[in-house]
């Protein structure tokens, strides 16, 4: 579902509730008269948009008519206790294997 950029700053006056301009904006990180211009309708610059997305909880994309990215999945490494349990090569070739099998599993939740 894509969101408005016209209800941005709905949106941020629902999320924040009873609390101030002053106190939200200094939880996203933007100034409170940034925050209040956005609130009444003025479209933020990126960075500040980005700012107020991670805190709405929202994913840019859906503001922009994109699908919304994937959530970043945890990526696969290799350890061995003892430095000398294998050799390198055997090591390269055993890590080789475990991330192209994470990337086979990725493909096909993908379908």
């Known amino acids: 579902m894509t969101l ?5 700053g709905k949106m941020i006056v629902e999320h924040r509730g ?7 904006a200094k939880e996203i990180g933007i100034s409170a008269a940034t925050l209040s211009r956005v609130e009444n309708g ?8 980005a700012k107020i997305c991670s805190w709405l ?3 840019p994309n859906r ?12 990526t696969a490494s290799v350890q061995f206790r ?7 090569d055997t090591a390269t070739a055993l890590g080789g ?13 993908n379908l």
């Open 57 to 59: 909880g929202q994913d």
């Open 82 to 88: 003892k430095k000398d349990a294998t050799s390198i």
């Open 97 to 109: 294997m475990i991330l192209k099998a994470q990337e086979a599993l990725r493909d096909r939740e």
């Open 18 to 24: 009873m609390q101030g301009v002053r106190a939200a």
């Open 42 to 49: 003025n479209v933020p610059d990126l960075a500040t948009f």
């Open 4 to 8: 408005s950029i016209e209800n941005l």
């Open 63 to 74: 503001f922009l008519g994109m699908q919304p990215t994937k959530k970043p999945t945890e």
